[in-house]
């Protein structure tokens, strides 16, 4: 049996629920990315009219957002990464060991939800 095999289970199931997360942000950013050149064909099919909001619509910021949603998610796979490693070892070390600061994922999360926010009110204003 593996010693403190609960922890180790545990440190594996938020590794992995950090794993997915990242892979939907990346997902999300090939959306971005997607539907943007989507909006691009279109609006060189379709008339004058119709062509220059689509153009408007499809933007420089929806360009580099996808990009950053990649990014993103790449950047919070890494991260889960690391520290699954770090928390394994710190598991199997037998001495006691204070909690570590979550400062890193609280700012990746949030720069994750600045990123949505601002694509989410780009798209209601454009």
């Known amino acids: 049996m593996i010693q403190s095999f609960s922890d180790h289970a545990a440190n594996e199931r938020t590794f992995l629920a950090w794993v997915r997360t990242g892979?939907?942000?990346?997902?999300?950013?090939?959306?971005?990315?997607?539907?943007?050149?989507?909006?691009?064909?279109?609006?060189?099919?379709?008339?004058?009219?119709?062509?220059?909001?689509l153009e408007r619509l499809s933007g420089?910021?929806?360009?580099?957002?996808?990009?950053?949603?990649?990014?993103?998610?790449?950047?919070?796979?890494?991260?889960?990464?690391?520290?699954?490693?770090?928390?394994?070892?710190?598991?199997?070390d037998a001495t006691t060991h204070l909690a570590s600061s979550i400062r890193t994922e609280?700012?990746?999360?949030?720069?994750?939800?600045v990123l949505i926010a601002s694509y989410s009110i780009y798209l209601a204003f454009e």
């Open 23 to 53: 892979i939907a942000v990346i997902a999300f950013g090939f959306v971005i990315e997607k539907f943007n050149l989507f909006l691009l064909t279109l609006a060189r099919t379709t008339g004058t009219e119709n062509s220059a909001r």
């Open 60 to 92: 420089s910021l929806g360009r580099y957002e996808g990009l950053a949603f990649i990014g993103g998610g790449i950047a919070l796979i890494a991260l889960a990464t690391a520290r699954f490693v770090r928390t394994t070892s710190l598991i199997d």
């Open 106 to 113: 609280l700012v990746v999360s949030g720069l994750l939800i």
